[in-house]
């Protein structure tokens, strides 16, 4: 496994995942309104931000995937 995780385009992180980096000026005004395994939305001031990370063209059951991911949202 260690092998497999390590060459290739899984090198590093392998399992996908979503993250949001805040300035730290502006983590006082920031506040999270939702956190999933596959997006989260954050409130800056007044501003919404949605970072969504999708399924790859390869990935089994995609559509179905995306489609929940953006009921959710």
Same mark, same amino acid.
């Given at each position: 496994?260690?092998? *497999?995780?390590? *060459?290739?385009?899984?090198?590093?992180?392998?399992?996908?995942?979503?993250?949001?980096?805040?300035?730290?000026?502006?983590?006082?005004?920031?506040?999270?309104?939702?956190?999933?395994?596959?997006?989260?939305?954050?409130?800056?001031?007044?501003?919404?931000?949605?970072?969504?990370?999708?399924?790859?063209?390869?990935?089994?059951?995609?559509?179905?995937?995306? *489609?929940?991911?953006?009921?959710?949202?």
């Amino acid at each position: 496994m260690f092998e *497999s995780v390590q *060459s290739g385009v899984l090198m590093d992180r392998p399992f996908g995942g979503v993250v949001s980096l805040v300035n730290k000026k502006l983590r006082h005004v920031t506040e999270t309104v939702c956190y999933r395994e596959r997006y989260t939305v954050i409130k800056v001031i007044n501003y919404l931000i949605v970072n969504v990370y999708l399924p790859c063209v390869g990935t089994a059951d995609r559509l179905l995937i995306c *489609s929940n991911i953006f009921a959710d949202i």
